[in-house]
């Protein structure tokens, strides 16, 4: 069966864009998270959807930094003025309900390098 | 917030030899518990996990983790590694959202 799905697989952008990055979730997960791992560092959470709605964004480094999941079942990540500093893989994961004893099944990835 | 500590960044071994990795994390209260695989060029794959029950948890491809509640640990084993277990071993935990630990390479010689 499908997986998580990311697009695209890799972004090379300029300092001071904006870049979206998508993730299509496992059909039926109600669940969607973000991540982002940085060089030699284990994923680190950025955002939590249940359904449309963001129900821990906590993680988020800045207001730079936004995602929606409108239709509550793809989630664009949105950075506003890309920096150096946010050149790292980002990860969606996604769980048939939300995240307590749940499995979170993970996409390959995008891979974001700012210039 | 959740802390997970790694104790081995990078892990080098021989064909056959055990292997054994420290997960330790900061939480008193309930936790789920897992460890993740990264193949080279792969995305992030579910070892084996803790919820409740037995403390000792068996997972894909020969993998083992004992949950050791007094010592806040994970460590993961197995007894004879093999070439295609090279990968990058992550621990996590989960009170409410992941948090990983920093990972260790494992490269497993021929």
């Known amino acids: 069966g499908a997986g998580v799905s990311q697009t695209p697989s890799n972004k090379v952008t300029e300092k001071g864009k904006y870049v979206e990055l998508r993730c299509d979730p496992i059909?039926?997960?109600?669940?969607l998270y973000w991540y982002r791992q940085s060089l030699g560092q284990g994923p680190e959470f950025l955002i939590y959807?249940?359904?449309?709605?963001?129900?821990?964004d906590s993680g988020l480094p800045n207001d730079r930094f936004f995602a929606v999941r409108p239709e509550g079942s793809v989630s664009t990540l949105k950075i506003q003025r890309t920096e150096r500093g946010d050149s790292a893989v980002y990860l969606c994961?996604?769980?048939?309900?939300?995240?307590?004893?749940?499995?979170?099944?993970f996409g390959p990835g995008t891979r974001l390098t700012v210039l | 917030a959740q802390s997970v500590s790694q104790h081995n960044h990078h892990v080098i071994l021989s064909e056959a030899a055990s292997l054994e990795l420290g997960c330790n994390y900061s939480?008193?209260?309930?936790?789920?518990l897992f460890w993740y695989v990264q193949y080279p060029g792969q995305h992030l794959q579910l070892l084996l996990k803790?919820?409740?029950?037995?403390?000792l948890v068996k997972g894909i491809k020969g993998f083992e983790a004992e949950f050791i509640k007094s010592k806040f640990s994970f460590n993961l084993r197995k007894p004879s590694v093999q070439w295609s277990d090279t990968a990058e071993y992550f621990c996590?935990?989960?009170?409410?959202?992941?948090?990983f630990g920093a990972g260790t390479t494992v490269t497993v010689r021929a």
């Open positions: 959807f249940q359904g449309t709605g963001a129900a821990d």
């Open positions: 059909s039926g997960h109600t669940a």
């Open positions: 803790y919820f409740s029950g037995d403390p």
């Open positions: 939480y008193g209260g309930t936790v789920n």
């Open positions: 994961a996604s769980s048939p309900l939300g995240p307590a004893n749940n499995e979170q099944f």
């Open positions: 996590a935990v989960n009170d409410y959202k992941l948090s």
